[in-house]
């Protein structure tokens, strides 16, 4: 099965300066890759996803880049700012059919202002 | 209406005790999902529903008994459960067609089991 691995685990950045995470998959089937913000207690929520056809996307602070032949996929968050300060996670899965997103383990970014 | 929607949001039981856990989402998506999440943990997969038929259990005790009424709803029958099965337990749904790849979650039920 897949297996996604993240990194850092935790992330100190002072406020307005860059973010970034990175993720890496096993499964070269996966051609789907979302990432997912969590503040405590609160849900899992979309902030941005990237198709294996696509090799960057942006969205505003933040762009997520995907290397297909290495396998990985990063998050970058520009100029940031305390609310960003939360979980974020890396998942990935293979689109179509009901299926199953893999989580990597979680990067706790703490934004000080 | 874009939203998952679950109840309760908490929910404190024995382990001698049966309980409901409920998910609902109109958006027509066929796929729906139960994860647990530990705290600072990424969600776990526990089952599939894709048109309504489970599609995946991974495994999960049998004191946890998923049920699918209708395409809208999804239900989670608790009985028996141990102290470590108290988690964030998130209800997702998802659309099966290739134009569309998103989970939505909903907010989840905080379970604590004493």
């Known amino acids: 099965g897949e297996n996604v691995e993240q990194h850092p685990s935790t992330l100190s950045v002072q406020e307005g300066d860059s973010a970034v995470i990175k993720c890496t998959y096993s499964?070269?089937?996966?051609?789907?890759f979302p990432w997912y913000k969590q503040e405590l207690g609160k849900r899992p929520q979309l902030i941005i996803d990237?198709?294996?056809?696509?090799g960057e996307k942006k969205d505003q602070r933040i762009a997520v880049t995907l290397n297909k032949t290495a396998k990985h996929f990063s998050l970058h968050i520009t100029e940031t700012q305390p609310e960003d300060s939360a979980v974020y996670f890396c998942?990935?899965?293979?689109?179509?059919?009901?299926?199953?997103?893999?989580f990597g383990s979680g990067t706790q970014l703490t934004v000080l202002p | 209406d874009t939203e998952v929607t679950q109840t309760p949001k908490h929910l404190v039981m024995g382990m001698t005790n049966k309980k409901s856990l409920k998910c609902e989402q109109h958006?027509?998506?066929?796929?729906m999902y139960w994860y647990k999440q530990k705290a600072k943990k990424p969600p776990e997969l526990m089952f599939v529903?894709?048109?309504?038929?489970?599609?995946i259990n991974e495994s999960v005790p049998s004191r946890f008994s998923p049920e699918c009424p209708n395409s809208s709803l999804l239900n989670l029958h608790l009985h028996a459960l141990q102290p470590e099965d108290s988690a964030l337990y998130l209800c997702?749904?998802?659309?099966?067609?290739?134009?569309?790849?998103?989970?939505?979650f909903g907010s989840g039920t905080r379970l604590t089991v004493v």
């Open positions: 958006m027509g998506h066929r796929a």
């Open positions: 529903y894709s048109y309504e038929k489970l599609s």
């Open positions: 998942a990935a899965s293979i689109t179509g059919s009901a299926r199953q997103l893999t």
């Open positions: 499964d070269s089937a996966s051609n789907y």
């Open positions: 997702a749904s998802s659309s099966q067609g290739r134009g569309n790849y998103g989970y939505t």
């Open positions: 990237i198709r294996s056809n696509v």
